[in-house]
């Protein structure tokens, strides 16, 4: 069975600092994963995908990950951090494309 | 750019009763999802569609949910009798053979139980 697991429920940083949202993942085949970004009283946006192609993979609004099969982790980057950047981050992997798995989330607060 | 659009936004209904969700996925789009959140929970799968039967369901998606694509494009979820439980978002998403499995959510539709 395939799992994501989100360490950090909420995590905090200043305006302008480097933003990094932790993903782990368990599949027993090639994952596809996937971060998605969800804004108050909204649905959800797909910020970026990986699905076997380049293992540094560049999303919207500056976000970036990094796919690290050994560590078996697909972690969110951005290098500095935006306001408007504050929502709910979520980490999902899915097996040959088919139902997505997520993970319980992560709030991003951006204080300025 | 194509979206996939969900109605009505927001559901209130009694318990027992029956609701349907409304979903029209992104147009060219063949396989069809729906999610649900309850409130301070993760984002869980609830059943996948495709070629006009269900590819896949999760155990929550008992007997007292259906779905159904009347039309060739509408896709909807319906609960026969609901429970306080079934209090959540529900989105639906669609995707197309040539769009690397990515998935496109709609903007959700709160049902409240009451």
């Known amino acids: 069975a395939q799992s994501v697991t989100q360490l950090g429920s909420h995590v905090s940083v200043s305006e302008g600092a480097l933003v990094l949202l932790r993903c782990n993942y368990s599949s027993s085949v090639p994952p596809y994963l996937f971060w998605y970004v969800q804004y108050p009283n909204q649905g959800l946006q797909l910020l970026l995908k990986y699905t076997s192609a380049a293992t540094l993979v560049k999303g919207i609004n500056g976000f970036e990950a990094e796919f690290k099969k050994s560590e078996t982790s697909f972690h969110l980057t951005k290098p500095s951090a935006h306001m408007s950047d504050a929502a709910e981050y979520f980490c999902?992997?899915?097996?040959?494309?088919?139902?997505?798995?997520f993970g319980a989330g992560t709030i991003l607060r951006v204080k300025s | 750019e194509p979206e996939v659009t969900q109605t009505p936004s927001h559901q209130v209904t009694q318990m027992g009763q029956e609701v349907i969700l409304r979903c029209v996925p992104i147009s060219n789009h063949l396989y069809f999802y729906w999610y649900r959140q309850i409130l301070g929970q993760k984002v869980e799968f609830l059943v996948s569609?495709?070629?006009?039967?269900?590819?896949?369901k999760s155990e929550i998606f008992d007997d007292q949910f259906s779905v159904e694509r009347p039309d060739g494009s509408n896709f909807t979820l319906k609960i026969r009798s609901t429970k306080l439980e079934d209090s959540a978002m529900y989105f639906c998403?669609?995707?197309?053979?040539?769009?690397?499995?990515?998935?496109?959510f709609g903007p959700g539709t709160r049902l409240t139980v009451t």
């Open positions: 569609f495709y070629n006009n039967e269900i590819s896949e």
């Open positions: 999902a992997v899915s097996k040959y494309g088919n139902k997505l798995v």
């Open positions: 998403a669609s995707s197309g053979r040539s769009q690397d499995y990515e998935q496109y």
